[in-house]
């Protein structure tokens, strides 16, 4: 497996850095009680250290906003991953609850402020993914959603030989989505200008350390060209 940026976006987006990884024979369960008390215990660090109004100004959530507006995606209405899971800590809810490695994967994000794509590599077509602009009409069916939607052009998409697998670094595909029989998953570390490999390398170690210790697995790091 390998990812390849394709040059048009490297061109525009110069800045851009991004890390993968791919972790092996995951034992995923819906629930542990250890990573509920874990998410109890982030969200009152959360609290400690930001408020809904100043959120916005935050370096690396101001750094997703304004690539969000650059590929067509109004922040304010579809929030940055990141964000949107601080926002509904400080906003007084709960953390969603999927299973045991989504859940683990959104602490790592919400600790380390970065958008962090999960697929399940056994869903993937093909040996490699390309990060490239979706072609005006494509179609895109995200997680959660009741049918696909049609794509404008201006957005960076994640592909496989079968088609579209995320936008990004917003949304991902309803087709590779991490359930509790994947036992192989691919994790895309999302920067973006503003964003660089610090932050990656940090958010990267985090969710590595998180899902192993509640999914077991082994990790193992993916070429990015």
Not at 87 to 102: E, S, Y
């Amino acid at each position: 497996m390998r990812v390849i940026i394709d040059q048009k976006v490297r061109r525009d987006f110069s800045e851009l850095m991004i890390l993968a990884t791919i972790i092996r024979d995951l034992k995923i369960v819906r629930e542990d009680p250890l990573l509920e008390s874990l998410k109890d215990e982030v969200a009152r660090e959360i609290r400690s250290k930001y408020d809904v109004e100043s959120l916005k100004y935050v370096p690396s959530v101001r750094a997703y906003r304004d690539f969000f507006w650059k590929i067509g995606i109004d922040p304010t209405k579809s929030r940055p991953a990141a964000e949107a899971l601080i926002r509904r800590i400080l906003l007084g809810n709960r953390l969603p609850k999927i299973n045991a490695f989504v859940d683990a994967l959104n602490l790592a994000s919400v600790k380390s402020g970065v958008a962090i794509g999960s697929f399940d590599t056994d869903q993937i077509v093909g040996e490699s993914i390309t990060i490239r602009y979706a072609v005006k009409g494509e179609s895109f069916q995200g997680i959660g959603m009741d049918k696909p939607i049609t794509l404008c052009g201006r957005e960076v998409v994640l592909s496989d030989d079968a088609g579209l697998i995320a936008i990004y670094p917003h949304r991902d595909s309803e087709r590779t989505k991490i359930i509790e029989t994947t036992r192989n998953a691919l994790l895309i570390f999302c920067g973006v200008p503003g964003v660089g490999l610090d932050m990656l390398r940090g958010a990267m170690n985090l969710a590595v350390n998180l899902i192993i210790k509640f999914c077991g697995g082994l990790s193992m790091l993916v070429e990015v060209e």
